[in-house]
């Protein structure tokens, strides 16, 4: 935690989240010198939709302006799947191609690249979620077994015997 460590050679008290409400006794808490928010707060803001204080909201979208663009992205994403228009994503493809931000239009050019399978996922209902969890199922067997067996012990482990 290196940002303690900083906090204690310059006597900075810490709060994620300044508190101002009264403590278990009754008394106002102290108010804490520094406040920070945590990268992963970034992120459970941007995907999680999870919770900002007006003080970070602030703070972040004044300092970082490419937040809201990227939070703005994130959203219409979802937005077109939880539409499933397809003209919404043509759309998308075409507003952030040439986006300032290198890696949204990275992003775009990938969607534009494998535009028939992201085309059939927007618009179908169905998932290849089982068939990945499948494989995922399978490596994890193959590598706990990694030069411990053979081929035969393997398949074995692998192969299912509807007779038990």
């Known amino acids: 935690m290196h940002i303690f460590k900083i906090a204690k050679q310059n006597n900075l008290e810490l709060s994620k989240y300044c508190n101002t409400g009264p403590s278990n006794d009754g008394t106002k ?24 204080t007006e003080l970070h909201y602030g703070f972040l979208w004044e300092k970082y302006p490419v937040l809201q663009e990227l939070e703005k992205c994130i959203r219409e994403f979802r937005e077109l799947f939880r539409k499933k228009n397809l003209p919404m994503l043509n759309l998308f493809i075409e507003r952030y191609r040439n986006s300032s931000i290198k890696e949204l239009a990275s992003f775009a050019n990938g969607l534009q690249r494998d535009f028939d399978a992201v085309e059939n996922a927007v618009a179908s209902p169905l998932s290849n979620g089982f068939v990945e ?32």
Do not use: E, H, Q
């Open 133 to 164: 969890g499948s494989n995922s199922k399978v490596k994890t067997i193959k590598k706990s077994m990694y030069g411990r067996c053979g081929i035969k012990l393997l398949s074995a482990k692998l192969m299912y015997d509807g007779t038990g």
């Open 29 to 52: 808490p102290k108010a804490p010198k520094a406040d920070y928010i945590t990268r992963k707060g970034i992120f459970n803001y941007l995907w999680m939709n999870g919770d900002l």
